[in-house]
């Protein structure tokens, strides 16, 4: 008897261990093309309208520069006078309260650290004025300078937008001649290769390819087109789909016929028209489901071994075997008394 290793159907933990490996496979693809299209992203555009930045906004970029160094400047210096007008103060409150505390007039030398504590106080808010009223200055001059500073930068990002859409294109252009031996390779390759065994990889490489794909599309394409895309795909998908299920009537591959008839036999059914198999000889070779639960198939000892046509449509259900001359499936590969194969 002939073992057929290809139909033998791995335990599920196996299957479970593939399946995981697959998406991880999957995930690790992904992140090696998201790295290619970053890198692809990040050419830059060597147009110099966008490399350089124009003399007349530079120099009002460099004024505005310039005027917020005065700015921390007086900052800076208003914060150092008022804090030498609070020790000025300080001292004078100090002498206040001696004087008070006392209850009798000054000494000459108390006088004069008076005055000077009180001239020194009154200068150092004279120049806090000033300090403020430049600052004012300064600010309403940044105001200008920004003002213009804006108006520069939009239009040069007027002069940009056309330069900038054509750079994105020509940077999506190189992604997609990038993905598209890829998407070639993986159609390919579900073609070929779906129902061996090495299906698992095809679906992890297809899955990885059409998610990149579609990344693409989304950051390049403009949204007011996804429904017009994705809805073409879903349309591609759906007729794909059809004419896969069309053809596997019509013109079925070997494996999905074989599955096919097996199920019918196994339903005590023709596998061409769905008639029942009537007969004891024929039920005894096709039994019911519910008499098979717990056991083997039942085959009478003494089964004749004519042949048996389908009452539906004429189909040849069961012949004798060329092998071993027991009645055997006609529209199956092997024999099931003695498994010799014949062409199905």
Request: charged share 20%.
């Amino acid at each position: 008897m002939k073992n057929h290793d290809e139909n033998t159907k791995s335990p599920f933990t196996h299957r479970l261990g593939l399946f995981a490996l697959g998406v991880l496979l999957a995930m690790l693809l992904v992140w090696l093309g998201d790295f290619v299209l970053d890198d692809i992203g990040d050419i830059p555009s060597k147009n110099p309208v966008v490399t350089t930045t124009p003399a007349d906004l530079q120099q009002l970029l460099d004024r505005r520069g310039q005027i917020a160094e005065e700015l921390r400047a007086r900052e800076d210096e208003r914060r150092y006078i008022e804090g030498s007008t609070r020790e000025a103060q300080n001292t004078l409150n100090q002498l206040l309260k001696l004087q008070a505390s006392r209850r009798a007039a000054a000494s000459p030398g108390e006088q004069a650290m008076f005055q000077e504590s009180q001239r020194l106080f009154l200068a150092n808010q004279k120049q806090i004025q000033g300090l403020l009223q430049e600052t004012m200055e300064l600010r309403r001059r940044q105001r200008e300078l920004d003002t213009k500073i804006q108006e520069k930068q939009r239009e040069l990002s007027a002069a940009r937008a056309p330069i900038l859409r054509a750079h994105r294109r020509l940077l999506a252009l190189y992604k997609l001649l990038f993905i598209a031996p890829f998407l070639v390779v993986g159609c390919l390759l579900f073609a070929k290769a779906r129902g061996t065994h090495h299906a698992a990889l095809v679906y992890a490489f297809d899955a990885a390819v059409l998610y990149l794909l579609f990344s693409i599309i989304y950051e390049h394409m403009p949204p007011a087109y996804y429904k017009y895309v994705f809805t073409a795909m879903g349309i591609v998908v759906v007729v794909a789909a059809m004419l896969f299920m069309i053809r596997q009537v019509t013109r079925p591959d070997a494996r999905w016929l074989r599955q096919r008839r097996g199920d019918a036999y196994h339903a005590a059914q023709c596998p061409v028209c769905r008639y029942p198999i009537v007969g004891d000889d024929m039920r005894s070779v096709v039994p019911p489901k519910h008499l098979l639960k717990g056991r083997g198939p039942l085959v009478k000892p003494g089964a004749t071994t004519f042949a048996y046509c389908c009452p539906g449509c004429g189909t040849q259900l069961f012949e004798p075997c060329a092998a071993c001359g027991k009645l055997r499936h006609a529209l199956l590969p092997h024999c099931l008394h003695c498994g010799a194969a014949k062409e199905a």
